[in-house]
């Protein structure tokens, strides 16, 4: 069955150090999410991108943030510089269509020193 | 941000039986419902959704049922078994323009299904 992929599953990275987190989504899907999850805290939407663009994102996603998909079949999160509170579960997700379901990936857990 | 609400942290049934997970929510324009199982190091995995046009949906031993006047949703899993044993996250989500994948999640109940 496709899967969305994730590396790496576990960074650990001193605050104020650039950190890059890599998603392969499922290869015929389109819309493309970043979520993340605060230990203990609920699951929380980020960014949503679509078309090579995002198309939506929310007040956590500030200008620390950004994402790309460079060449057509990864989707990055980069976050410029890191803070303690960025540690958490950050999950890729996609889907085929604008209704469809979506697909997350088993995460990749940032901790931050 | 308490707009979707799951209210048990946890709970506890016996292989067999019936498991109901209740799931709350606030905002009026939430139109699409969504259960989320998920496993320890892996990531969440849809199980079942309704739309607010219903008021049931079923697949399998998974029922979700969803009162809009109450709103209030819930889902029932019948009979348990214990690889059901995961955290089950309730989400919902707005509809119409960008925002069909933007989820809200609840925190989450923990369910555990004793042999």
């Known amino acids: 069955e496709p899967e969305v992929t994730q590396t790496p599953s576990h960074q650990v990275t001193q605050m104020g150090q650039e950190v890059i987190l890599r998603c392969v989504p499922i290869?015929?899907?389109?819309?493309f999410y970043w979520y993340r999850q605060i230990l203990g805290q609920k699951v929380e939407f980020l960014v949503s991108?679509?078309?090579?663009?995002?198309?939506?994102k929310s007040e956590i996603f500030d200008d620390q943030f950004s994402v790309e998909r460079p060449d057509g079949s990864n989707f990055t999160l980069k976050i410029r510089s890191t803070k303690l509170e960025d540690s958490a579960m950050y999950f890729c997700?996609?889907?085929?269509?604008?209704?469809?379901?979506?697909?997350f990936g088993e995460g990749s857990r940032l901790t931050v020193l | 941000d308490q707009q979707v609400k799951q209210n048990s942290p946890s709970l506890s049934v016996q292989e067999g039986r019936i498991s109901i997970l209740n799931c709350d929510y606030t905002?009026?324009?939430?139109?699409?419902f969504l259960w989320y199982k998920k496993y320890p190091a892996e990531g969440p995995t849809f199980l079942i959704s309704?739309?607010?046009?219903?008021d049931k949906n079923e697949d399998g031993r998974f029922t979700v049922f969803l009162n809009k006047s109450a709103k209030h949703l819930s889902l029932h899993i019948v009979p348990s078994q214990p690889g059901d044993s995961a955290v089950y996250f309730c989400?919902?989500?707005?509809?119409?323009?960008?925002?069909?994948?933007?989820?809200?999640f609840g925190q989450g109940t923990i369910l555990t299904v004793h042999p």
């Open positions: 997700a996609s889907r085929t269509s604008k209704t469809g379901e979506l697909f």
């Open positions: 290869s015929n899907h389109l819309y």
């Open positions: 991108f679509y078309n090579n663009e995002i198309s939506e």
């Open positions: 905002n009026s324009m939430f139109d699409y």
């Open positions: 309704i739309s607010s046009i219903k």
């Open positions: 989400a919902a989500r707005k509809a119409g323009g960008t925002s069909y994948g933007k989820l809200t």
